[in-house]
């Protein structure tokens, strides 16, 4: 039973006051941020000559070390009603602060319910919801999925007869009233610990399991809700307790068990554009009147009020008086025609990112047109060993977020997961496991979801599903990118783009003036000599290149900068000089200014195809060191959308040539989340990073710091000891039996006694597709 639960998924002149933080401590001299980017775009410095005797660092950079910017997800003890050990509910996040559970068993007293419980957010208090209209019988493995912001679609799950159920039943968050709807088509199995997923007013059902045997279904169908008509089954990929998601037109299924129960870690998906089984309406057939029928003498459970089961400190039992809706059990296999679309599957092989399935309780949600694998705590590991990982389902690589212990504090478990329909934020609800902390109920028992951790995915980068799908395509790899399409208008500033950086003689209306550095300037002489002037009538400081070359002009709409750049605004109103001349210089390098200022307009760090020029034959940017300045530029004007849309991209796309530049800016930015990515992958490959243009350009006191990224027990390696380490392995640190060949640089850590094998390729965990 428990083992059930654990797998039920469920700037500028006058920067702001602030600006000056960023670097680093009061009366210490630091670099400016325009001092130190162009120097990003440089190339990659040729590498030295390759030593045989010699490797570098550790293979646990901050090691032991807490989270860098102090942030962890707060645990927070819930009051009210709490529910006893549930397993196998629906936990759902609906909106306004709530979430609503349903269903469910005991996990000592196997009783199966039908309550429906909330969780307010706010004041953390659990209430048992009196409910009234057709109210289902008691079930659990079900699924409950929010739609249209009001509604909880119940599908499935099996009760107490171990009878597997096909109703759909409607739950009015609102009214707290349930609706059964009449449906047509042909009725799908019943199932338990299936997935469901709403797309386009459609029901996906995806898998399950079925029958006295518990047959693992392999089927895909869904429900349309404008008709209540169920399509046809359709043979896709067997699996139950698993995870599904609708994103670029695919259906995406991840994890859970096979029909050989193992636990798997295999990604399928389903193209469904072009296919006009899933584009059209399914075909109305009869009413599958023995799939729905009431029975006036469905077995209802027995029930005494001595055998209640505690919840929380208030007690109470299921309803045994509501009707019990009854179908069929399934457990031969039908037949079933293949999907109609492209079936694609990846198994992934191994790597270091890749969270392990065996080990730990996984819950797995999606955000972005990401995969989030939560790896929590369990008998068998500590909260060291578990971690957030994230599967980019555009790149199809596999990423680490945060360790367990920057996560999860020890002595708790988590049995369930949700999420905001934003993406933005996670819910786990668990209990403690230390004795002294377990707070038991009325019956010594103790109470699975007696607390909750909320955690803001937006300190990991990640920038929601409600993306506008402009944003979106920053998250597909160039290669996978699609031709974007603009509808007829997206509002004034996105038509106005198109006469971004256009002359006035042409019409375009251009009215305001905004020059740059050039990129004909001498970047050795910008950084010596690159000085940090107080401006008294702001109270606040302004970074100055004396003598620094200016680009051209680019041309830009006044109330464009007007409406959407607060600091603009206020720069505007107290009439400063820019206003009488109708100019502004930002000293920063032209790339990073005219990216900004595209952004303003259009919410936008990636142009679409058709912007990637201007008039002056500037190509729009999407470098990552321009992104980096972005960054920077994003936290001394208190842009927070561009900050988060910064921090998303260059978190995924980690390179050498840009590591310690990413490292460098996301400190002036105090983004300590990215700035710890970066410094990680410094680490990891320190060979290649420190022969890199951007690693030379470094100020001295920021080599110092990243060169101590590194743990106290790291060291250089070399001589004898290196051959003698060697030789232990096998001869791995060498050229493979050819003469004259240069050993690998390793690294290894003093500690562990552990050699990491750096390949040339880290990024990319082995897979292989089918």
């Known amino acids: 039973m428990a083992q059930q639960q654990q797998?039920?998924?469920?700037?500028?002149?006058?920067?702001?006051?602030?600006?000056?933080?960023?670097?680093?401590?009061?009366?210490?001299?630091?670099?400016?941020?325009?001092?130190?980017?162009?120097a990003f775009s440089t190339a990659l410095t040729p590498a030295s000559a390759s030593s045989n005797n010699t490797y570098i660092m550790p293979n646990s950079p901050l090691k032991n070390r807490a989270p860098m910017d102090g942030y962890r997800p707060k645990v927070?003890?819930?009051?009210?009603?709490?529910?006893?050990?549930?397993?196998?509910a629906s936990v759902t996040y609906c909106g306004n602060n709530q979430i609503y559970a349903f269903g469910g068993f005991d996990q000592y007293t196997d009783e199966v319910y039908n309550h429906v419980l909330r969780l307010d957010l706010v004041s953390h208090q659990w209430t048992l919801v009196d409910n009234y209209g057709d109210i289902p019988g008691v079930r659990m493995g079900h699924t409950a999925t929010l739609y249209k912001g009001d509604k909880l679609l119940v599908f499935g799950g099996e009760n107490e007869h171990r009878t597997y159920l096909s109703d759909l039943i409607i739950f009015d968050l609102k009214t707290a009233h349930w609706t059964q709807p009449a449906v047509t088509?042909?009725?799908?199995?019943?199932?338990?610990?299936?997935?469901?997923?709403?797309?386009?007013?459609?029901?996906?059902?995806?898998?399950?399991?079925?029958?006295?045997?518990?047959?693992?279904?392999?089927?895909?169908?869904?429900?349309?809700?404008?008709?209540?008509?169920?399509?046809?089954?359709?043979?896709?990929?067997?699996?139950?307790?698993?995870?599904?998601?609708?994103?670029?037109?695919?259906?995406?299924?991840?994890?859970?068990?096979?029909?050989?129960?193992?636990?798997?870690?295999?990604?399928?998906?389903l193209d469904l554009k072009g296919n006009p089984a899933f584009d059209s309406p399914p075909h109305i057939?009869?009413?599958?009147?023995?799939?729905?029928?009431?029975?006036?003498?469905?077995?209802?459970?027995?029930?005494?009020?001595?055998?209640?089961?505690?919840?929380?400190?208030?007690?109470?039992?299921?309803?045994?008086?509501?009707?019990?809706?009854?179908?069929?059990?399934?457990?031969?296999?039908?037949y079933a025609p293949p999907a109609p679309g492209a079936v694609s599957a990846l198994k992934f092989v191994g790597g270091v990112n890749l969270p392990s399935q065996m080990q730990g309780i996984h819950f797995h949600v999606y955000s972005s047109g990401t995969l989030l694998d939560f790896v929590t705590p369990a008998a068998t590991i500590t909260s060291k060993e578990c971690s957030l990982s994230a599967l980019d389902l555009g790149a199809l690589r596999w990423q680490k977020l945060?360790?367990?212990?920057?996560?999860?504090?020890?002595g708790y478990r988590w049995h369930y997961c949700t999420m905001n329909e934003d993406g933005t934020k996670a819910w786990l609800l668990g209990c403690p496991t230390e004795g002294g902390a377990i707070d038991l109920g009325a019956n010594g028992l103790e109470e699975y979801l007696s607390d909750i951790m909320e955690i803001d995915l937006r300190r990991y980068g990640f920038l929601g599903s409600n993306m506008s799908s402009e944003a979106r395509i920053d998250l597909v790899r160039p290669s996978l990118r699609t031709r974007h399409v603009e509808p007829p208008s997206k509002g004034l500033g996105a038509d106005l783009a198109k006469l971004f950086n256009q002359p006035p003689e042409t019409g375009s209306g251009t009215d305001f003036v905004v020059t740059a550095l050039s990129r004909?300037?001498?970047?050795?002489?910008?950084?010596?000599?690159?000085?940090?002037?107080?401006?008294?009538?702001?109270?606040?400081?302004?970074?100055?290149?004396?003598?620094?070359?200016?680009?051209?002009?680019?041309?830009?709409?006044?109330?464009?900068?007007?409406?959407?750049?607060?600091?603009?605004?206020?720069?505007?109103?107290?009439?400063?000089?820019?206003?009488?001349?109708?100019?502004?210089?930002?000293?920063?390098?032209?790339?990073?200014?005219?990216?900004?200022?595209?952004?303003?307009?259009?919410?936008?760090?990636?142009?679409?195809?058709?912007?990637?020029?201007d008039a002056a034959g500037a190509g729009a940017t999407a470098d990552l060191a321009d992104l980096a300045g972005l960054l920077v530029m994003s936290n001394i004007y208190n842009i927070p959308h561009l900050r988060?849309?910064?921090?998303?991209?260059?978190?995924?796309?980690?390179?050498?040539?840009?590591?310690?530049?990413?490292?460098?800016?996301?400190?002036?930015?105090?983004?300590?989340?990215?700035?710890?990515?970066?410094?990680?992958?410094?680490?990891?490959?320190?060979?290649?990073?420190?022969?890199?243009?951007?690693?030379?350009?470094?100020?001295?006191?920021?080599?110092?710091?990243l060169s101590q990224e590194v743990d106290m027990?790291?060291?250089?390696?070399?001589?004898?000891?290196?051959?003698?380490?060697?030789?232990?392995?096998?001869?791995?640190?060498?050229?493979?039996?050819?003469?004259?060949?240069?050993?690998?640089?390793?690294?290894?850590?003093?500690?562990?006694?552990?050699?990491?094998?750096?390949?040339?390729?880290?990024?990319?965990?082995?897979?292989?597709?089918?």
């Open 644 to 705: 988060l849309l910064c921090v998303n991209r260059l978190s995924k796309e980690l390179d050498v040539d840009h590591a310690c530049v990413i490292w460098y800016c996301a400190g002036l930015a105090s983004e300590e989340w990215l700035r710890k990515r970066a410094a990680c992958f410094c680490m990891t490959h320190w060979g290649r990073v420190v022969r890199t243009g951007g690693f030379q350009r470094l100020p001295r006191n920021a080599l110092v710091e």
């Open 713 to 770: 027990e790291g060291r250089v390696v070399g001589g004898d000891e290196l051959d003698m380490m060697a030789g232990m392995d096998g001869g791995r640190f060498g050229d493979g039996g050819s003469a004259g060949g240069s050993r690998r640089k390793e690294s290894v850590s003093s500690s562990q006694t552990q050699l990491l094998e750096t390949e040339d390729d880290d990024d990319e965990d082995g897979m292989e597709m089918s």
């Open 402 to 410: 945060a360790e367990g212990r920057e996560i999860f504090k020890p």
């Open 76 to 88: 927070t003890r819930t009051l009210g009603q709490r529910p006893a050990c549930l397993v196998n």
């Open 285 to 334: 057939g009869t009413l599958d009147r023995s799939g729905l029928a009431r029975s006036a003498t469905s077995p209802r459970p027995s029930h005494q009020a001595s055998q209640s089961p505690a919840v929380g400190s208030s007690g109470y039992a299921a309803n045994s008086r509501t009707p019990q809706v009854n179908t069929p059990s399934f457990h031969l296999k039908a």
């Open 185 to 269: 088509g042909p009725i799908p199995k019943g199932r338990a610990r299936h997935a469901a997923v709403l797309h386009e007013d459609k029901l996906f059902i995806v898998g399950g399991i079925t029958g006295h045997d518990n047959y693992v279904l392999d089927d895909i169908c869904y429900l349309d809700l404008k008709t209540y008509t169920w399509s046809r089954s359709w043979r896709f990929v067997g699996r139950f307790d698993h995870s599904a998601y609708i994103w670029g037109e695919r259906v995406w299924v991840f994890g859970g068990l096979s029909e050989d129960m193992d636990k798997v870690s295999d990604l399928w998906w």
């Open 520 to 613: 004909d300037y001498d970047e050795e002489e910008i950084m010596g000599s690159a000085l940090m002037h107080s401006d008294s009538d702001e109270g606040s400081q302004t970074w100055l290149a004396p003598d620094a070359p200016t680009s051209h002009p680019i041309h830009v709409h006044r109330l464009i900068l007007q409406a959407r750049w607060p600091h603009f605004a206020r720069l505007w109103a107290s009439q400063m000089a820019e206003f009488h001349t109708k100019k502004m210089h930002i000293p920063e390098p032209y790339s990073v200014v005219k990216a900004f200022l595209y952004y303003l307009y259009t919410d936008r760090i990636d142009p679409a195809e058709d912007d990637m020029t």
């Open 7 to 38: 797998q039920q998924q469920p700037g500028t002149p006058t920067a702001p006051a602030a600006g000056p933080s960023i670097f680093g401590g009061a009366g210490q001299a630091q670099p400016t941020p325009h001092a130190l980017m162009p």
